[in-house]
């Protein structure tokens, strides 16, 4: 198992993955995403990485018709707080968090049961590299026999390590025990 620069040890705490330490990394969808493979406290660092790009920002940002001047003018952002260039849309980021956390939360989902939570606690750029962190906080049974709900912390942070999102995430999945053949 590979080891990230980021750390979950304090993630219960609200406080995120910790710079100084290391989380186990998943690999490539495996057979452990049935609901009985998730255990209340087990982190990890998923395994891919994206990089946003200008066209995923800007596309994105038009269909939703977000017109803040942070995501289209580049002058602007210039004299801004941020002093660099357009600021990525913050639904973009989390929207990225969640799909690289879904190849190790939600491979055996039923259904999304909600988000909760759901904080932007720093500014992405173009070129930004984005990597997902998540810890189950709870896993407790259905009103159905053959799924379970996971509630889980997912973290997006730059390949520097800064934290720029975070949420609290249920998710009905499936039991290997009904559905496993």
Avoid at 62 to 70: D, G, H, I, S
Avoid at 131 to 144: C, F, G, H, P, Q
């Amino acid at each position: 198992m590979t080891t990230s620069p980021l750390d979950l040890t304090s993630a219960a705490s609200g406080a995120g993955p910790d710079s100084s330490s290391t989380a186990p990394q998943s690999y490539a969808t495996e057979d452990s995403s049935w609901f009985e493979s998730f255990e209340v406290g087990q982190r990890w660092k998923h395994f891919r990485g994206a990089t946003i790009d200008e066209v995923e920002n800007q596309l994105i940002t038009k269909l939703v018709m977000n017109t803040a001047q942070e995501h289209w003018n580049e002058d602007a952002m210039s004299d801004s707080q941020w002093g660099k260039s357009r600021l990525v849309f913050g639904l973009i980021t989390g929207s990225l968090t969640l799909g690289l956390a879904s190849q190790d939360t939600a491979e055996n989902a039923l259904a999304e049961i909600g988000l909760a939570a759901i904080r932007f606690r720093a500014g992405v750029f173009h070129g930004d590299t984005i990597y997902a962190y998540t810890e189950v906080l709870a896993a407790e049974s259905a009103d159905r026999e053959d799924a379970g709900i996971v509630e889980f912390a997912h973290w997006g942070a730059t390949a520097e390590g800064r934290i720029v999102f975070e949420c609290r995430r249920k998710v009905l999945i499936k039991r290997r025990s009904h559905w496993h053949h």
